[in-house]
C-alpha cells in the first residue's frame, strides 16, 4: 500500500511539474508582454476641490453610513460617505474645471478626525482629459497640510506614483461649502505602449 501511494504521489508531482512548466513555455513565447517604451516624466499640479456637504442645495458629499459610536465619538468614528466634488483650476467655484474628484471616505481614527480615502480624479477638461489619478490613504483633518498617496492612474498618468499636499483653503459652514486646495507631484510614463518581444 505504501509503495502504491509513493508512486501514484511521483506521477502526480511529475503532471504538476509539467504543467507548471508548459504553462511557463506558453508565458515566455507570448509577444505582447508590456515593456516600457517612453520615459519617466514628473508632473506638479494644483487645483481646487470644490466640497459641498449635506445640508446645501446641491450636496456633492453624501454620508452612507455610520456606527453606533459615530455620534458618541468627537472623532466621528466610522461614518462613511460618497463624494463627486468639482475640480477647479481656481479657488473660486465659477472657475474653469479641471475635473471631477469621485470615491468613498471614511472617519477611522478612535481619537481624532482622520479620513481614510479611497479617491479617484477624473480630468474632464485640458491637457490631461480622460486621464485619472488614484489617492488611497490617511488625512488627518486636524493638522493645517495633509500629505496623502497618489497610487496609480490610467491615460497620461500611466504607472503614476506621488503625493499631494492638501489643504483647506476656505470653509463657509453656512453654506456647507469647503474648497481645499490640492498640490500634487506625480511620477508617471509618458508615451507608455505595448511592445512585441522579438
Known amino acids: ?9 511521483l506521477i502526480l508531482s511529475s ?7 508548459s504553462n511557463a513555455e506558453t508565458q515566455s ?7 516600457l517604451a517612453g520615459k519617466e516624466k514628473l508632473t506638479t499640479l494644483r487645483f481646487y476641490v470644490q466640497d459641498f456637504v449635506g445640508g446645501g442645495d446641491s450636496p456633492t458629499v453624501w454620508e452612507i453610513a455610520k456606527t453606533n459610536l459615530t455620534d458618541v465619538l468627537p472623532s466621528a468614528f466610522g461614518l462613511v460617505s460618497v463624494l463627486d466634488n468639482l475640480v477647479t483650476s481656481e479657488p473660486e467655484v465659477d472657475s474653469k474645471e479641471v475635473g471631477r474628484i469621485q470615491g468613498i471616505i471614511g472617519l477611522t481614527d478612535f481619537h481624532e478626525k482622520a479620513l481614510v480615502m479611497l479617491l479617484n480624479l477624473v480630468f474632464t ?3 490631461f482629459k480622460g486621464s485619472t489619478l488614484s489617492v488611497l490613504g490617511r488625512n488627518p483633518l486636524g493638522e493645517e497640510t495633509r500629505e496623502v498617496p497618489i497610487v496609480g492612474g490610467t491615460g497620461a498618468f500611466r504607472m503614476a506614483r506621488g503625493y499631494a499636499v492638501t489643504s ?8 456647507s461649502h469647503g474648497v481645499i486646495q490640492y498640490d500634487v507631484v506625480v511620477y508617471h510614463f509618458d508615451g ?3 511592445l512585441s518581444r522579438d
Open 168 to 175: 483647506t483653503y476656505s470653509n463657509d459652514e453656512a453654506h
Open 15 to 21: 503532471l504538476l511539474l509539467q504543467s507548471i512548466i
Open 125 to 127: 477638461e485640458g491637457e
Open 29 to 35: 513565447s507570448d509577444r505582447r508582454s508590456p515593456c
Open 192 to 194: 507608455l505602449t505595448l
Open 1 to 9: 500500500m505504501e509503495k502504491k501511494l509513493k508512486t501514484t504521489f
